[in-house]
């Protein structure tokens, strides 16, 4: 059986995990491969997630929440922003290959774009091939 | 049963390699600035020319992590749910130790090795007894060295089955085990010994043990009452400045503790030993959460007192070599020829 | 023998005899000549005899501010730049309470890499003597000269804030704030790689890494009860050597330390292997400088980086 990607999807509560619904209750088509979970802000995301993640074989990572301006817990999308800016740049310059870990703004209207980030990510991901760098599976 | 041969310096790595196609081969290798013991896949890449290496070569025979045992929880597989033992470690011959180090493995022997009822560490002495030991004396003994206060010297023979001194353009090899021997056999580097060498290691020897400085008295530490010592005031002021960063008990070629996890990733699992240090405050942390060594005092008064009060009582020896690494790797210089001298005070 | 620095030594013993007598604290933290070339020991003075056994020199390089957390007595502290800093990061963090200080803060003009000058003379026997800009190493019967700036620590070489951000006294005069060196050459050099490169360059570097956490234990800033590497439910990361779990102890080290991290250098000293620590934590401290314009423990008041945020934040890197 050919490799599938594994993706795995943190979804902010109140945008994106409803978008996600969203999609698939207008029964939108996106790749199978990506894995969600549920967290109740962006703002909760914790690196901690994202490297037990690729520890344990995920291929790729997506980390979703609210878009800046329009937040359910005002500002938690806020914070992550830095967060996420700096923990980006760190794994990009421990060599973890671009295309592993990515991050969007997709709101609870947002279905069809969250179908499409879904098969970006995917795409993305099976363009560089299965993760190995962190994976404790395969070390 | 002692015999005397030599061997010229540019010979070493032939032999070298040619041990490398019977057994592990473990030496002094360069790892960046670090002089590290590791396998040497080539009898060139030993590096003997230098001080003792960073870390103590305890890893041969008691690793940093060791497999115990793997399991399966895959209930398709047959031994699912069973734990099966690791593969039986190599032959190794741990080339280019310095005597205190040597002296180091005879008192992990008395901790791994307490015989009969008591216990005996299968893991430690599989290694053990496949383990061959090639000692290399210390022409130039450093300032931090104190071998001599534990009864050792730069040119001890406690620990080896064999010894080289390094006479400038050979080693004088003094093969003193069976062991030692049976490594030797047919090897073609070293031949007999001509008297010329053998006089000037003599004076290599003499010239070395003189230059070790006396470093500590351990004497009056054994008649003192351990809780006398426990609640000594010295340990008020001792401790302050140490950062529990655990340096000293990994470099440390005689400490011995671990701890036991097991480790699985879907269904594959290993219980692993690796190294623990009681500098570190969860050493002691029981599964109720109740520590009895809360304070970094409690735990800095634990490491002196276990090496040279309580390992005195239970084994009769003092569970340190004199190898000073504590004392050139501690980042904050906690001298441990200062805490002993307050402790036999 | 130790290159020593005897006028600020004598200010400092003047200093702390002062507090001492007068009672305003209860000890001071600072050095005493060591007992191995190369290194000056961290002490602690609760006597004006014992204040008199004060010294000051190249070698002071330990960040004494890791001896502060939780602290409840009145306490005195010699603080270089960079130990300054992390004493406002303890005092931001309520670790340690500010009116509980009193800063003994001292202009650096650099502190000598004990590792560097013992790789030169090849022996941990070295004496060293120090004159003007340059030094001269005897060890083994051998003799050299090298450029002091040779061989000061590399967070040193590239510091920007080499007088202490805070202090109640300060010993002798302010000296000029840039060490001269580049701060981010440590981490350029790595971001000049391809990825790969990079993988293989930091897999290569923490292949020796015995998880002894001398890096961490050295640290100021790693004050937690708990460390998240010991966490057993979930266990982040494996207790063992293997390198995946050695890296991701390292990256989340690094990281924990983001917007917080002074440079001081003191993972770097404190590592038996010799790992350089910097290369990672050096990237964030860069990136917190230039994505938030930030520098950690400038000012008692200023909130930590990752506690703030602005409306135009980059986010190009976000669908």
């Known amino acids: 059986m050919a490799w599938q990607p594994k993706i795995v999807a943190f979804l902010c509560n109140w945008c994106s995990y409803a978008g996600a619904d969203l999609a698939g209750v207008s029964r939108m088509q996106y790749p199978p491969n990506v894995r969600v979970i549920r967290i109740p802000c962006s703002g909760r995301m914790n690196p901690k997630f ?13 980390i979703s929440g609210c878009h800046p301006g329009d937040r359910h817990y005002l500002s938690g999308n806020y914070f992550a922003r830095r967060k996420f800016a700096l923990f980006r740049s760190l794994l990009d310059y421990m060599g973890i290959e671009d295309g592993r870990v990515h991050f969007s703004w997709v709101s609870a209207a947002e279905g069809e774009r969250f179908a499409e980030v879904i098969s970006e990510v995917t795409e993305a991901v099976r363009a560089i091939g299965p993760s190995r760098r962190l994976n404790k599976k395969v070390i | 049963m002692m015999k005397e041969m030599v061997i010229d310096k ?64 895959d209930r398709q597989a047959e031994d699912a749910h069973t734990m099966q033992d690791v593969s039986e470690p190599d032959k190794q011959v741990i080339f280019g130790v310095r005597p205190c180090d040597a002296a180091g493995f005879l008192i992990l022997d008395k901790v791994f090795n307490q015989g009969g009822a008591e216990y005996e560490d299968t893991y430690y002495l599989r290694r053990r007894e496949k383990t061959t030991v090639v000692g290399l004396g210390c022409n130039k003994p450093l300032s931090t060295c104190f071998c001599a206060s534990f009864g050792g010297s ?57 230059s070790v400085k006396a470093g500590i008295a351990t004497d009056k530490i054994k008649g003192k009452a351990t809780m006398e010592l426990f609640d000594d005031p010295c340990w008020d002021t001792l401790y302050e400045t140490c950062m529990n960063c655990g340096v000293c008990t990994y470099s440390c070629p005689t400490c011995h503790c671990f701890d036991i996890q097991d480790e699985a990733i879907d269904t594959e699992g290993v219980r692993m030993r690796n190294w623990d240090s009681c500098m570190f405050s969860l050493f002691t942390r029981h599964g109720s959460g109740h520590n009895p060594r809360p304070t970094k005092k409690d735990r800095f008064r634990q490491r002196f007192l276990h090496k040279f009060k309580y390992f005195q009582d239970n084994f009769d020896t003092v569970a340190c070599v004199g190898c000073g690494r504590c004392i050139r790797l501690c980042p904050v210089n906690i001298d441990v020829r200062q805490v002993v001298e307050e402790m036999n005070r | 023998m130790n290159h020593r620095d005897t006028e600020n030594t004598e200010k400092i013993k003047k200093i702390a005899g002062r507090l001492l007598a007068e009672k305003r604290v209860d000890a001071v933290i600072g050095f005493r000549p060591g007992t191995v070339s190369l290194i000056s020991a961290p002490t602690v003075a609760r006597t004006e005899e014992e204040a008199a056994g004060l010294h000051w020199d190249r070698f002071c390089g330990v960040n004494l501010a890791n001896y502060l957390p939780k602290r409840e007595d009145k306490i005195a502290i010699v603080a270089k730049g960079c130990d300054s800093r992390s004493i406002v990061g303890l005092v931001a963090e309520n670790q340690i309470k500010r009116e509980n200080l009193y800063i003994i803060g001292i202009p650096c003009t650099g502190m000598i890499d004990r590792a560097k000058v013992i790789s030169l003379a090849e022996s941990p026997e070295v004496e060293l003597t120090e004159n003007g800009e340059e030094v001269t190493i005897k060890a083994d019967g051998k003799q050299s000269t090298v450029a002091l700036s040779d061989i000061l620590q590399d967070n040193c070489q590239g510091c920007l804030h080499r007088n202490p951000a805070v202090f109640d006294e300060l010993v002798g005069k302010k000296v000029e704030e840039a060490g001269g060196s580049d701060i981010n050459a440590a981490v350029a050099k790595v971001e000049a790689m391809s990825q790969d490169e990079r993988w293989n360059h930091f897999d290569q570097m923490f292949s020796t890494c015995i998880r002894c956490y001398a890096c961490r234990n050295a640290c100021p800033l790693c004050y937690c009860e708990q460390c998240f590497a010991d966490d057993s439910q979930p266990q982040w990361c494996g207790k063992s050597t293997n390198p995946v779990d050695v890296k991701i102890f390292h990256i989340f080290r690094a990281y924990h330390c983001a ?54 934040d980059p986010q190009e890197f976000i669908k």
């Open chain 2, 154 to 210: 730069p040119f001890g023979t406690d620990g080896l089955d064999i010894l080289l001194t390094d006479v400038g353009d050979k080693y004088v090899v003094t093969v003193l085990t069976d062991k030692g021997e049976a490594r030797l056999k047919g090897k073609s580097g070293p031949s007999e010994a001509d008297p010329t060498s053998i006089e000037k290691a003599g004076q290599i020897k003499e010239s070395a043990v003189k």
């Open chain 3, 259 to 312: 917007g917080r991290c002074t440079d001081c250098g003191a993972c770097v000293r404190a590592c038996p292997v010799g790992i350089n620590v910097r290369e990672l934590t050096g990237k964030l401290e860069k990136e917190v400088r230039e994505l938030f314009g930030c520098e950690a423990g400038m000012s008692l008041e200023a909130i930590p980086p990752l506690g703030v945020y602005l409306e135009k």
């Open chain 1, 50 to 62: 994202i490297l037990s993640a690729l520890k344990n074989g995920a291929d790729g990572i997506l």
């Open chain 2, 10 to 73: 540019k010979d070493i790595a032939g032999l070298l390699t040619e041990l490398t196609g019977e057994m592990t081969v473990i030496a002094p290798v360069r790892k960046g600035d670090n002089l590290l013991f590791g396998p040497v896949s080539d009898g060139s890449e030993a590096a003997l020319d230098s001080v003792n290496t960073r870390l103590a070569p305890k890893d041969a025979l008691f690793p940093q992590c060791e497999k115990m045992m793997t399991f399966t929880t």
